[in-house]
C-alpha cells in the first residue's frame, strides 16, 4: 500500500505542465552521452524508481565535491559540465541530480531555500514549489564571469519566488 503525506506537505508544480519536470535543456542536459551514461550505470540493477533515485543523490552528494569546500576554482553549471568536472556549488549539483533523475525517467524538479546571512538580514524560507527549470538568477550567477569566491560573494538572494496563483 502506497501512502501519501498529508496534502499540506506536497510541494505543487511551479505551473508546468508534468512533461516540463522530464525535459532536457542547456543546463539540464540529461541527453549529453557522459550524463546519459552514467544514469544507466545509476539505474543498472535497480529495484525501482525509490532505488534509482536514492543512488542518483547519494553518487551527487558523495562523487560531486562542492566548489567551495573542495577549493577548487572552477565554476560550473550544465550538469555535463558538473559531471565532468567533479564539482560544482550546490546549485550546479542540483542541476546534475535532476539530469540523472530525468535521464532515468523520473520527473524532477528544482525547490529552493534561502538562508539568512549577517549581511542579508532574516529571511529564511523554504519554498513549497518544484521548478521545472532553474532560476534564472541562479543560471546567472553561474555563467557569470569569474572564480569560486566571486560567484560565492554574488550568489542570488532575493526573497522567496513568486509562486503560481500568488501576486
Not at 52 to 74: L, M, W, Y
Not at 112 to 123: K, N
Request: net charge negative.
Amino acid at each position: 500500500m502506497t501512502t501519501r503525506p498529508p496534502s499540506g506537505n506536497v510541494p505543487e508544480l511551479a505551473g508546468a505542465e508534468e512533461s516540463a519536470y522530464l525535459r532536457a535543456t542547456e543546463v539540464v542536459d540529461w541527453r549529453d552521452p557522459a550524463v546519459l551514461a552514467r544514469a544507466r550505470e545509476l539505474a543498472a540493477g535497480a529495484a525501482g524508481p525509490v532505488e534509482v533515485a536514492r543512488r542518483c543523490f547519494e553518487f551527487v552528494r558523495d562523487g560531486i565535491r562542492h566548489s567551495v569546500d573542495a577549493g577548487d576554482e572552477q565554476v560550473t553549471c550544465a550538469a555535463s559540465e558538473v559531471l565532468d568536472a567533479g564539482t560544482g556549488f550546490c546549485f550546479a549539483k542540483a542541476h546534475l541530480l535532476v539530469a540523472l533523475l530525468r535521464a532515468s525517467g523520473l520527473r524532477a524538479g528544482f525547490c529552493y531555500q534561502r538562508l539568512a546571512y549577517a549581511a542579508t538580514g532574516p529571511g529564511e524560507w523554504d519554498s513549497r514549489v518544484v521548478w521545472a527549470a532553474p532560476l534564472p538568477e541562479v543560471v546567472s550567477a553561474l555563467r557569470a564571469p569569474g572564480a569560486v569566491a566571486d560567484v560565492a560573494a554574488h550568489l542570488p538572494d532575493h526573497p522567496l519566488p513568486p509562486e503560481p496563483g500568488r501576486s
